[in-house]
């Protein structure tokens, strides 16, 4: 059947992800038709399923940088797959049965590349460049096998190996799902990570005009100075209750601005191994002399999240968005929006919700979408967010026995 036929008719596709938060699974149960600018998506059931304490815990030590023998890795690879895999399995009950799954798996490494700048030709094996690296693992065969279900999985590794960042990966789907025919969006994911996909208003040459990167930390570090402050009794500050009881300290915000990755032009793209563990206890070192309560160092770190965002877009963007629609579980935090609005007067920050899109499962959702792309032979990736000098076809193929 031609792509655009097969796009006619509308498939039932299960997206899954867990991401830099490491809290559990996102999955998404979507029906998805069209093929890019027609592309729709409806979404059927979302659903969050926490890991087990005991591979959370082995999953944080790795991204921390903690030594793991390959026999350990295996271990912990088939222990994701198996927890994708039910969660596959759980979110079609009381539904018609999927037929797709685009599986993200975890990411426990991510390694931008470096020598930025280069022509694609002088990307050389072996030579003076070095390619990124990102491993996302929960192996997509054992998902196919396990679910019956044909599974794409390694998204990233496509656009990598030609050059790019291999994330984010989601402003392409972002472009097709959020456009506006007046309006110049930026649609702000707020997880462990924060990434922005701009989006001009739909017209002319307005998809040479996209840009996305990765802004910096959005939760993680003020996740993991919750669990410090409360000896790991709190895994999150709900709502951001409690830095709303504090004080930023702009003297810190202003230092820690001064951090290299916050000036780096886009394409770019980070993750916990940079805003991190070590990364926090060098800010609660830089906060000694200031004598900041708990509240007040949640304040700052909240402070930093939105001003690093604010500060990206002032200086990268090629105009100011009309509005700005967050996602993610930052997104339910609200005094990072207030303040992320204070920073933004004349641009509204809303949510996705309220164009129609879920917050909480957007990222599940492009991983659905980019899953069906695979299928129909449509490139997932976005060169001027990945920085990868071309188009590709995103994910591997495992098909169902
Ligand atoms: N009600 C809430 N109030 C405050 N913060 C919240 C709330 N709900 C979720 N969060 C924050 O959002 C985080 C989870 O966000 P999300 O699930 O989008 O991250 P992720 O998908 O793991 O990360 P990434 O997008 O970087 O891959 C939590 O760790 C917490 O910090
Ligand atoms: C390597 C990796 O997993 N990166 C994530 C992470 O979480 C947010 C940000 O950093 C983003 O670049 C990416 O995820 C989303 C899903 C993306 O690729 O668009």
Redesign the pocket.
Known sequence: MHPTEQAAIPTRVIGL?S??SVDGIDAALVEISGTELDLKVELLVGETYPYPGEIRERILAVCAGEAISMAELAELDDAIAFAFAKAAQNIQIGHQPATLIGS?GQ?VF?RPPADRGLETGDWELGKKTRLGY?L?IGRGALIAYLTGITTISNF?VADIAIGGH??????RVDACLLSHPQEGRCIQ?L?????VAYIPPRRDDWLAKIRGW?TGPANSLLDLAVQHLTAGAKSYDEGGKWAASGTPCYALVEQWLSQDYFHLPPPK???RELFGVAYLHECLKDAEPYQLSPADILATLTELTVASIAHSYQTFLPQMPQRVLLCGGGSRNLYLKQRLQLLLPSVPVLTTDEVGLNADFK?AI??AVLAYWRQLGIPGNLPAATGAPCEVLLGEVHQSQ
């Open positions: 992800i991401g830099t993200h990411t991510h990102s996302q990233r291999g994330a984010p990966l989601v402003p994911n997880g462990g990570i924060g990434n990765d793209s980070t993750g990222e492009a991983f």
